[in-house]
């Protein structure tokens, strides 16, 4: 059973980056052919993928998402979310979560394109 763990503040201001990370447990963010994923839900709207960093440290951003920067630091078996100048658009629940295989890239925000889950975490931007 493969467990995701979101964690980072819960509130930024307005023009600060937002650090987040994934804390994996129970499988390798590096086993072959597996994707991880951030995700976030705005209140009121939908899920909206943002990108995804691959088992071989490829890395997806969603198109004109140029804020965001995903990393990963295998020795902690983590990946993270930076988000730059952030705004109060940028408030939503975080998710993190893992796919199986590539097809996520093609079709991210199918949901039946993931696996696992983390619980999410809020994250409001104000000042």
């Known amino acids: 059973q493969v467990h995701l763990q979101e964690s980072g503040p819960g509130l930024v201001k307005p023009s600060q980056t937002l650090s987040l990370t994934c804390t994996v447990s129970?499988?390798?963010?590096?086993?072959?052919?597996?994707?991880w994923s951030w995700v976030r839900q705005p209140p009121g709207k939908g899920l909206e993928w943002m990108g995804a960093?691959?088992?071989?440290?490829?890395i997806y951003y969603r198109p004109y998402l140029k804020r965001a920067s995903i990393s990963r630091d295998t020795s902690k078996n983590q990946f993270t979310l930076q988000l730059s100048s952030v705004t109060p658009e940028d408030t939503a629940v975080y998710y993190c979560?893992?796919?199986?295989?590539?097809?996520?890239?093609?079709?991210?925000?199918?949901?039946?394109?993931?696996?696992?889950w983390g619980q999410g975490t809020q994250v409001t931007v104000s000042s």
């Open positions: 129970g499988g390798s963010i590096t086993t072959d052919t597996s994707y």
């Open positions: 979560a893992r796919a199986e295989d590539a097809q996520v890239i093609a079709d991210p925000d199918n949901l039946n394109s993931y696996d696992y």
């Open positions: 960093i691959a088992y071989d440290g490829s």
